[in-house]
Structure formats: C-alpha cells, structure tokens
C-alpha cells in the first residue's frame, strides 16, 4: 500500500490524498459536468473546457491559444492558468501561497484530496489552516471555490489574502475587464475573433464574458496584469507588496481577476469565503448565478448534488482480490473514466467514429442505453453505399474538423464489435430491426442491414490480393502515407475486417439469417488466409504493405520492426493459430515488453519515413511512435485473456495502474489511465514511463470488458450469462459482484487441486454447464466457481 508519505488511500470511499506538493509535481484530478471539464494538478494549475457547442476557455495563458483537444504532457510554468491565493501575515511578515504555487513556499502540513465530486487541499502554514474546495454544478459552467482560514496561534493576527484567477489573453480584437460593484463580480469582456460574415451569427450565443463573483465584498481588486505582476513575477507580484491593489482595471491588455481582502482572525477563529468562477453571457446570467447559489445554502446544496451524482456512478463490478491496487482502481476509478467518455464524448462535437462507438462499447457494462443510443446515431449518419462516415455529428452546427477531415478505412469495422458487446450485454436483438435512414438517402432499413452494407463496403476495400486498402490511416491515425496512392495495404486493418466479419456472421445467426452467416464467415476465413499468406515473418505478423509494396514491421527493418497490434488483432481473429501463439508471445516479450507495459512499436522511429508518415516524425517513444499506448496494450490484454494466457494478460492489466512504486516516474496518481506512457527505454532510459497524463483515451472500455468478461469470467450470452473465470495463476481466489439484466451476482472463486475441470455452483445447486439461463432466476444469486489447480507451462 502507499507510503503515508507520498499518498494514500482510502478504500471505503476512493479517496485518494496527496501528502507532499512537490513529490509528483503534475499529481491532480479531475471533475466534469455535461458542459465543463476542470483538471486541476495539486499545485493549484488548471485546465478548463467547455462547450458552446465547440471547445472553448475562459481561463488560458498569457498568449492566445489554439483552441483544439487536450494536449498531451502538458506543461505547467509560471504564469499558466491557475488558481491562486496569496496571503500575507501582517505581524510576521511572511508570505506564502495556496494550494502550492505561485509562491512555492514549503508548507507545514499539505493534504491534497481527490473526490469523485470534489477536488479540496487542507494546507498548514506557521500559524494558519488552509482550506480550499472546488466543485462543479451540475447545470453551470462554472466552478464553485470555497476558502476557510483559521487562526492556529493563540493570539490575534491580520491575514491578507488575494484570491488570483487567471483569465489570460482572450482575443486580439477586442478585451477588457473591470470590477462591477452591483454584481460583487471582477468581469472581463471579450470579442471571440471571426472573418467569415456567416460566423458572427453563430458566436451571438457564445459566453463572452469571464467572471469572478465574491460572496464577500473586497477591499481592493486589480483586473490587469501587467499591473498585478509590475517589475515582479507570479511569485512575487510587485502589487502585493503594497497595502492594497490599485483598482486597474484591464483595458486591451490581458485581464486577471484578482480580489484582496484583509481581515483580524482571534484566536482560533475561522473565517470562510465563497467564490464562483465561470463563462457568461451577460450581467443577468452573472447576478443570476450569484442569487441562486453563492451562499453557504447555495454552496451546500450544489456539493450534496455533486455527491449525490458520484454516488450514481458506482461501478456495476465490484473486486475484492488479492491484488489491493487492482481492487481500488476498478472500485472507485475505472468506471468513473468510463462515465466520463460515455456523458461527455471527450467534450467534442464530432467525435471519431472509433472513438464514439468504442467509448459507448465501455458503457455497455453501467448504462446499455448509451451504446444502443450511439449504434443508432451513427447509423443515421451512414452513407447508403456503407460508408461510415470519419466523425460523428452530436449538434446541428457542428461539422467534420481536424482529423475527421481524413480519410480512414476502419470505421465500419467497429460496429459489430461494438454491437455485438451490446447484444450480449442485453439480448436486445429486436434493435436488429430498428428502421434507421441514410445520411444521403430518405430510404429506411432496418438496423441489420446497414451493418450488412458496412461490411460490404470493408469488403469492397480488399484489393486483388484480398486485403483491406489503408488510404491515410487505420486505427493509427498518423500512419497517414502508407496507402495514400491509393495501393497500400493494413495488415491490422485486414484482422479487424476479418474480426468483424465473424462477429457480424456470429450475429446473423442470432436474428435468424443463416444464409448471410455462412458468408461472412466464410468471407472471414478468406481473409485470414490472406493475412497469413502476406503478413505473418516466421516470429511475428508485420504491419502493412506501402503503396511501393515494401512490407513493414519485419525484422528487416532497422525501425519499427514489430508493432504490438497485429499480433493482438491476429490472435482476435483467429488468423493466428496455437503454434503461432507462443512465437507472438515471445516476441511481443522480447522486443515490446517494458515495467511499464508493451510498447505500441520497436525501435521507434528517429526520421521521417515518407512511406509510412507523420507518425514517424513524433518524437521516439512518445504517442504512435514507440510508447506504451495504453489503447493498444489494452486490446493485447484482452487478447491474451480469449487465449487463456491469464498470466500474460494481467501483467499487462497490471503495469497500466498506477502505484507508489512507479508514480514519481510517471507523474500521475492512480486515477485514471492515460492514453500513454513513454516508450524508447534504449533511446531515453531516464524518461520511459513518463504519462501523458491525458485521459481521453478508448483503453478503459476494453479494460472493463476484459476484467468483466475475462478476469471475473461474467459474459453475457444468448442464453444468459457465461460463467468462465480466468484467474492469474498465482491468485487462490476471488470475489466480485456483478449486476447483469437486473440480477446481482455475487461471485466467489477459489482453487480446487483435486478438480480436473472447473465446478460451478448457483445458490448452491450444481450448474452443469457454464451457461447459466436467467429465465426464472432469482434476481439475487451467489455464484461459486472452483478451479483447478493452474496447469504448469
């Protein structure tokens, strides 16, 4: 477990507190409602989104800045966003800051908690307590910040406190910011920039505003920072040197929000002070918000149906194992990320339809309707030739950008893995013949047909050599040049095809059309001929062929030899068979292998290679190019796990969590899972495992279904449930409870030496197979699964 000094753990409730503020410097946590994201590290940085419908701030840097998607490694500075308070003993004359910067002075005490639904620090500094929260709403884009100060000396003392928010440079047209006295509001004003006549009508709606509302009234403010800072820097503003700010405000400069207080404290007196912090429209949505919640009625009341909203998402697996950090994670954390992809679509307007759909695939596990709400959306938004389209549209305004702009041939291919996780979780197989348009077409089908004209379109995608065309990329997005011209083959893009071809054949046989079963399934066999045919190099499946025809990912290349992918999708399709599988174990061993998980690629590349792409022009070891990606190492997991590799696959489950022994390196604490950690270790031994710390990523949902479906054994099935647990050999037992089509079962797992085959029983009658039919079942039922004893490899 944690040591006391670095952080603990609360297994009760999920806690997790953070005792040292510089030990992991970038250690934070983050909330979110509908609307708003806040990542906020323990040292009091932040990172704010919300929506209006695009991705937008009212808390950035000094400059102006791109407007785009969470960057990964994000780098903190003096000056960044942040939410600050600076005080002032008068009698000792000493300063110091809160949560920890900007003025980076070592406090006596320092606690910092992440909640489900809140985010507070408890700091001891000389002779006062420190208390700061933050929540948010449930319907604001705003955050809610509360201050309590206590005199911990037995004499009177004058505490000088200025409360800093960034609000940072907003737009090159048109800012400014001042203190309203009849909203008790420091509010910036600003002109989002446009050039297109027809964009101005569409910003009318925009927050254009930025507010810092005070319950209490303060007795100087500054909206300016270049008067804040003077001849100082954050760490000594030159203002705080003076009996009072100097009431300037921010004329076309860069506005901060910066309020100042004075106040006696007696001895052990407790002071508190409320602030809201947000985006508004106008003076109306501000005074609004200070009436209906800035008080400490209005404070309390949000904070319990913050926490009443957290108490909603209890996971619907639960673990107790004997691994204690597995147990925590899953417990309190895994489904908490889950939810947050699943409400949010990671706070984008046109998410990538792999995204979308495998984000909803997590959700299968804690709220079903969710998937069978995305298989619906994005089918009304697919061609009538079956193309799926690259991003799916969430909002009348929004439209394809960024990377939705290219050409990927591996959208249609999510749908029966992601439909069929559905089904199984469900048995809502009348969702087949849901009657659904066409994006380009007022002709109607039912469900099973646009996945049928889905796979057809991958398979009109297969070239004379019967494998799937990558035009600018896969799954693997910067793999953008090896099939540009319009030649180049995907070694994984053929496995997940060929993947989704049995799973499509697996499920028209569900809805009774044994005709098209037979033929994707025999489509699939073909194709996983053909993938061995071209792809497998004696000790490994390479990558891909290039437009030139070079194939890649063989040990003929001096980089990028091996990709992690093919070898997992190959074991999912079946294209492997068992005298391939220990030869991809071992060399997934040997050359991807790292204490911080599998390596998406290695050696990563140093240059660029302009017959595969931009992905080799990222730095080796980070993203795509050689590090641990999380995504990828996930789909490896699973894979072992259908091959019944338990060992293998858990020591990949387990080098993704996060623990005292790894998480100064990584920079992160065990909240959630990154889409990376650094890779390279030949090339950067000091830097592997570093985290990316950015938590869009699709490995939760595979992560939950594996620990769901695999670990725990608790499969949905036509029938009902597949009760197959596949424990670690070196684990003697396991409990779970599972909720599944309105049961909960409680499972018990151990080891029996004197079986031969595993042994099942439900509420203590022998089940004879390891499908369990629920028709009639008790809506509680206590599972007890005996193993045998590991068979020694």
Request: hydrophobic fraction near 35%.
């Amino acid at each position: 477990m944690p040591t006391p000094s670095l952080y603990t753990l609360n297994d009760d409730n999920g806690d997790i507190t953070v005792h040292d503020s510089t030990a992991v410097a970038t250690a934070g946590g983050y909330l979110w409602n509908h609307r708003l994201l806040l990542n906020m590290t323990c040292q009091g940085y932040a990172n704010v989104h919300f929506m209006q419908p695009e991705p937008a701030s009212y808390s950035c840097g000094p400059a102006l800045e791109a407007k785009t998607f969470l960057q990964p490694e994000h780098q903190y500075y003096p000056g960044h966003p942040g939410r600050f308070f600076y005080f002032h003993d008068k009698q000792a004359d000493y300063r110091f800051s809160a949560p920890y910067a900007p003025v980076n002075a070592r406090h006596d005490r320092f606690a910092f908690d992440i909640k489900k639904h809140q985010l507070s620090w408890t700091i001891e500094h000389k002779h006062w307590r420190i208390e700061l929260c933050v929540h948010l709403p449930q319907h604001e884009v705003a955050e809610f910040w509360s201050l309590s100060i206590t005199n911990t000396d037995n004499q009177l003392r004058t505490l000088q406190h200025c409360s800093c928010f960034n609000i940072g440079n907003q737009s090159w047209m048109n800012q400014s910011a001042t203190y309203e006295p009849t909203l008790g509001a420091l509010v910036a004003n600003k002109v989002t920039p446009y050039q297109k006549t027809a964009d101005y009508a569409k910003q009318q709606h925009y927050l254009e505003q930025t507010y810092l509302l005070s319950e209490q009234v303060p007795d100087s403010w500054t909206a300016s920072l270049r008067d804040f800072l003077g001849e100082g820097d954050w760490q000594q503003p030159q203002s705080l040197l003076y009996e009072e700010l100097d009431r300037e405000p921010a004329i076309y400069e860069t506005p901060l929000a910066a309020l100042q207080f004075s106040r006696d404290y007696l001895p052990g007196e407790r002071q508190c002070f409320r602030f809201v912090f947000g985006p508004a429209k106008d003076h109306s949505s501000i005074r609004r918000i200070r009436d209906d919640h800035l008080s400490a009625a209005g404070f309390a009341a949000s904070l319990e149906a913050a926490l009443q909203r957290a108490r909603q998402w209890q996971p619907k697996i639960h673990l107790q194992s004997p691994d204690d950090k597995l147990n925590h994670f899953v417990n309190h954390w895994l489904c908490r990320q889950v939810i947050y992809h699943g409400e949010t679509q990671r706070l984008t307007t046109d998410p990538q339809t792999r995204n979308y759909l495998q984000d909803a695939m997590g959700m299968c596990f804690i709220d079903p309707a969710i998937m069978r709400t995305a298989l619906l959306t994005t089918l009304a938004q697919q061609h009538s030739n079956g193309e799926v389209p690259d991003g799916i549209l969430l909002h009348p305004d929004a439209e394809l950008k960024y990377i939705n702009q290219i050409p990927h041939s591996d959208h249609a291919a999510w749908l029966p893995i992601c439909l069929a996780v559905y089904i199984d979780e469900t048995a809502d197989t009348e969702l087949m013949f849901a009657s659904i348009g066409y994006a380009d077409s007022t002709v109607k089908a039912p469900l099973w047909l646009h996945i049928d004209k889905a796979m057809d379109y991958l398979r009109n995608n297969l070239d004379e050599r019967n494998l799937s065309l990558i035009a600018e990329g896969d799954w693997c997005d910067p793999m953008n040049m090896v099939g540009h011209q319009g030649k180049g083959v995907s070694a994984w893009l053929s496995m997940a095809t060929a993947w989704s071809f049995q799973l499509w054949g697996a499920l028209c046989q569900r809805i009774n059309k044994p005709k098209k079963a037979d033929y994707w399934l025999q489509q699939a066999r073909r194709l996983n001929q053909s993938i061995n045919d071209y792809f497998w190099q004696d000790s490994w499946y390479a990558r891909g062929i290039t437009d030139a025809g070079r194939t890649f990912g063989t040990p003929k290349d001096e980089e990028g030899q091996i990709f992690l992918n093919p070898q997992s999708w190959a074991l999912l399709c079946g294209a492997a068979d068992s005298d391939k599988l220990p030869h991809i174990i071992h060399a997934v061993q040997q050359h991807l292998m790292t204490a911080h998980g599998p390596q998406m690629l290695a050696p990563p590349y140093t240059r660029m290679h302009q017959d595969i792409g931009r992905l080799t022009q990222k730095f080796p070891g980070v993203a795509e190019n050689g590090s641990v990606y999380c995504h990828a190492a996930a789909f490896y997991l699973y894979a072992l796990w259908q091959q019944g590799k338990t060992d293998e696959a858990f020591a990949v489950l387990d080098s993704l969590i996060t623990d005292p022994s790894n998480c100064r390196q990584r920079g992160q604490l065990p909240v959630y899972i990154p889409n990376y950690f650094r890779g390279a270790p030949q090339l950067y031994p000091q830097h592997l495992g570093r985290s990316s710390r950015l938590f869009n990523t699709g490995t939760v949902a595979w992560v939950l279904r594996a620990i769901v479906e695999e670990l725990c054994g608790l499969k949905g099935c036509e029938e009902g449930l597949h009760i197959q647990p596949k424990l670690p050999s070196h684990w003697p037992s396991l409990t779970a409870t599972r909720t599944f089509r309105g049961h909960r079962f409680d499972l018990r797992v151990t080891r029996n030496t004197a079986l031969s085959a595993p042994k099942i029983q439900v509420n203590g009658q022998r089940l004879k197979t390891s499908v369990l039919s629920l028709e009639g079942l008790a809506t509680h039922c206590v599972l007890d699964v005996q193993l045998p004893a590991p068979q020694k490899e």
